[in-house]
């Protein structure tokens, strides 16, 4: 149960690139129209979770869904570079066949669960090194649980791994988590207990239909 979280990692809302497939990486295309309904649904259900701070990438799609939570909860945003997505390089803006074609030698390698270095960018280890730096301080001076990590697919999946102590890698047991979604851990005695994973809220059919200035209806 999230209720029970001191740290809850939240992938940003939908954005065009991720409804057609195409790799976003560092690349920072906007939430589009779900996306954004998609982050004040869940930021309603985070912030009766009581959060005590929220910590975001700087890429626009996921400061723009934890804006969504500081309204909800009063709480001001810090932002951390460590959190952005996995940098995918040269692959950044294509889809999967357009990977497949262009780097054929490094889609088979990811699809053997190698830790590709994609694009000529990241490894999925090297970002869990960066954002589960990013976590433990933060962790550290927010003087209370839980704490929102507001950050992206890639990202989170390999923080989870990082805190769990798993060897961070392609085809784990972690599917990469849908938008607006969440895992929730605690830290116990002997270490971090994963207690949730890809949960979240759906949006009402009311809440699709407001018009506001931040988001517009689905058509």
Known sequence: MTDAADLLIWRHGRTEWNDTGRFQ?????????VGHVQGRAAAVALAALKPVAIVSSDLGRASATAAYLASET???VTYDARL???????WGGLTRPEIEERFPEEWASLLRGEDVRRGGGETLSE???RAAEAATEHLGRAGGVPLVLVTHGGTARALVMALLGMRVKENSAFAAMGNARWAALAHRELGWQLTAYNVGREPEASEAGRDDATAQPVL
Do not use: T
């Open 74 to 76: 009063g709480l001001e």
């Open 127 to 129: 970002v869990g090194v």
């Open 25 to 33: 990486g560092q690349q920072d295309p906007p939430l589009d129209s």
């Open 84 to 90: 952005r997505e996995i940098d995918v390089g040269a």
